[in-house]
């Protein structure tokens, strides 16, 4: 018929389509945005309910082999959520070895066991490896105990068999927590006091301004080591504070600087 297009037409059409798909694609995966992420579900939510006698746990956690003491002044907790990045990570440890900095990672164990390389050379260069479930899926508050267990468990062994030092604080994935759950839980959970939203904004300064405007002594942030913008606006960050006094530690520096008692079963920062 002579409205038909070419054979030859058809098949030139056909591959465009398929390779603005696959760019389209390429991009999505390159920003690494895999997490099914909302505002709700970042906001940390800690359920104050009295928890039964029974379910608290007293042994305190230990120090990571890696923890050095700092002088008193104005501490800030760096800490990175869901690496590690095979290709945002080894930017942001060279960065901070630059400058003698260190932050916690919470990491997740299918990316540990996937990149342990990137986790070893954190954690030599004395950064705390500490835990975020193994796979982001599910918030602890919905698992079976079983379930819970092995996603907090599991991990630490991951991290075990790679650092020699088992992890001693986990986050649950979207910050979602309540005393009765971590209660069953046999290290301390760690959340955090100021929230970048690296993760909805994507933009290194606006990640910046939000950790230098709201940075005080005992500020732990929350940052995402799969995003290249926020390891970005967490360098600029701390050329910024570091020049106004403040000190970058891990979480285990700075509940040691604090004198907090570090306690399985317990959520921090304490309300």
Known sequence: MKNRLPDKKIALLIIIVSLAFFLVMGNYLVGQSF???????????????????????????????????????????????????????????????????????????????????????????GNQIAIHGYDHKYKFTTLSDKDLLWQVDNTEDIVENITGQRPNAVRPPYGAINITTAAKIDIPCVLWNVDTRDWASRNADKV?????????????????????????????????????????????????AEGVQFVSGTIYPEK
């Open 35 to 125: 997490l099914p992420y909302t505002q709700a579900d970042t906001e940390a939510k800690v359920d104050t309910t009295t928890r039964p006698k029974t379910e608290i746990k007293t042994a305190e956690a230990s120090l990571a082999k890696t923890t050095k003491q700092v002088s008193d002044g104005p501490l800030i907790a760096l800490t990175f959520d869901d690496g590690p990045s095979k290709t945002v990570t080894p930017v942001l440890l060279n960065e901070l070895r630059k400058r003698g900095v260190v932050v916690t990672f919470f990491v997740l164990g299918n990316r540990a066991e996937k990149y342990s390389n990137i986790i070893l050379e954190a954690y030599q260069d």
């Open 208 to 256: 910046a301004n939000h950790i230098v405007s709201h940075a005080k002594d005992g500020s732990i942030i929350l940052l995402h080591d799969t995003f290249s913008t926020s390891v970005l606006g967490a360098i600029k960050a701390i050329d910024i504070l570091s020049a106004k006094g403040y000190k970058f530690v891990t979480i285990d520096q700075l509940f040691a």
